[in-house]
């Protein structure tokens, strides 16, 4: 027997472990997106957890208030956080701006730092020259945050969406409008799929794996049972190598 024909098995599982691997990975991803997207769909927007912070430019590494700070509003709950910030210019009052959303009494927090992993708030805080003076956005995911999308408050008092899908009417309030995200949080969304594929490939080779892979054989004129070469065997003929048959 051959060098080739030896190795030709271990070839073939290798690319057989490879391919499932792919599989799970993609519904991994697939499961991902779907689960933010019904979070942004469906999570209810009342008896969130709010954050209220002001964000001071940094002047020799250290954080300083008077030169317009930056105010940020934000609202988590496991599964989402909208957020909306703008920067205070002198002369301007303190102000919520325009998201509002319900929370509980007990849940504000001056202390808990913001996620400037996403989003554009980093960019307002570093203060480039191009850098935007305000926004609202919205992210979704679970376990860990995948996907985000920003929402833009007009000054009809309208709300558009960018990078996602507008699933409320433009005349909804901020806090209450909705829209499935399609802007990547790499961190969130590579670690959400991390966790969802295995699970997904634990589901495939527990209830499919054995019908599955007996229709690949059939298909390659293999044996279903142990995947023995049929070549020149005829089609009623027992498998030379495990004795079960073609249809098996």
Same mark, same amino acid.
């Not at 519904?27 to 927007?45: E, K, M, S």
């Not at 956005?137 to 969406?161: I, Y």
């Not at 909804?172 to 829209?179: C, V």
């Given at each position: 027997?051959?060098?080739?024909?030896? #190795?030709?098995?271990?070839?073939?599982? #290798?690319?057989?472990?490879?391919?499932?691997?792919?599989? %799970?990975?993609?519904?991994?991803?697939?499961?991902?997106?779907?689960?933010?997207?019904?979070?942004?769909?469906?999570?209810?927007?009342?008896?969130?957890?709010?954050?209220?912070? #002001?964000?001071?430019?940094?002047?020799?590494?250290?954080?300083?208030?008077?030169?317009?700070?930056?105010?940020?509003?934000?609202?988590? !709950?496991? =599964?989402?956080?909208?957020?909306?910030?703008?920067?205070?210019?002198?002369?301007?009052?303190?102000?919520? &701006? $325009?998201?509002?959303?319900?929370?509980?009494?007990?849940?504000?927090?001056? /202390? !808990?730092?913001?996620?400037? %992993?996403?989003?554009?708030?980093?960019?307002?805080?570093?203060?480039? $020259?191009?850098?935007?003076? &305000? =926004?609202?956005?919205?992210? !979704? &995911?679970? $376990?860990?945050?995948?996907?985000?999308?920003? #929402?833009?408050?007009?000054?009809?008092?309208?709300?558009?969406?960018?990078?996602?899908? $507008?699933?409320?009417?433009?005349?909804?309030?901020?806090?209450?409008? !909705?829209?499935?995200?399609?802007?990547?949080?790499?961190? =969130?969304?590579?670690?959400?799929?991390?966790?969802?594929?295995?699970?997904?490939?634990?589901?495939?080779?527990?209830?499919?794996?054995?019908?599955?892979?007996?229709?690949?054989?059939?298909?390659?004129?293999?044996?279903?049972?142990? &995947?023995?070469?049929?070549?020149?065997?005829?089609?009623?003929?027992?498998?030379?190598?495990?004795? /079960?048959?073609?249809? %098996?």
């Amino acid at each position: 027997m051959s060098a080739a024909a030896v #190795l030709h098995p271990r070839a073939h599982r #290798l690319r057989w472990i490879a391919g499932w691997l792919l599989v %799970s990975l993609a519904l991994g991803l697939a499961t991902t997106v779907a689960v933010a997207w019904a979070l942004a769909a469906w999570l209810p927007h009342r008896g969130l957890a709010r954050s209220f912070h #002001l964000i001071g430019a940094v002047r020799n590494g250290v954080e300083d208030f008077t030169i317009e700070p930056i105010e940020l509003d934000e609202y988590r !709950r496991t =599964g989402m956080t909208r957020r909306s910030w703008f920067t205070l210019r002198w002369g301007t009052f303190y102000s919520l &701006g $325009p998201l509002s959303m319900d929370y509980g009494n007990d849940a504000v927090s001056l /202390k !808990r730092a913001p996620d400037v %992993s996403w989003g554009n708030l980093s960019a307002s805080i570093e203060r480039g $020259p191009h850098a935007p003076t &305000g =926004g609202m956005e919205d992210a !979704r &995911g679970w $376990p860990w945050l995948a996907l985000w999308c920003e #929402l833009r408050h007009g000054r009809d008092r309208t709300v558009s969406v960018n990078g996602g899908v $507008p699933l409320s009417a433009a005349t909804t309030a901020p806090g209450d409008y !909705r829209a499935l995200p399609c802007l990547p949080i790499w961190r =969130g969304l590579l670690a959400n799929t991390a966790v969802y594929a295995p699970a997904w490939m634990a589901a495939l080779i527990l209830f499919r794996w054995r019908p599955l892979r007996a229709t690949l054989r059939r298909a390659r004129n293999q044996c279903a049972a142990c &995947g023995y070469n049929r070549a020149g065997l005829a089609p009623s003929a027992t498998c030379p190598e495990c004795g /079960k048959p073609f249809e %098996s």
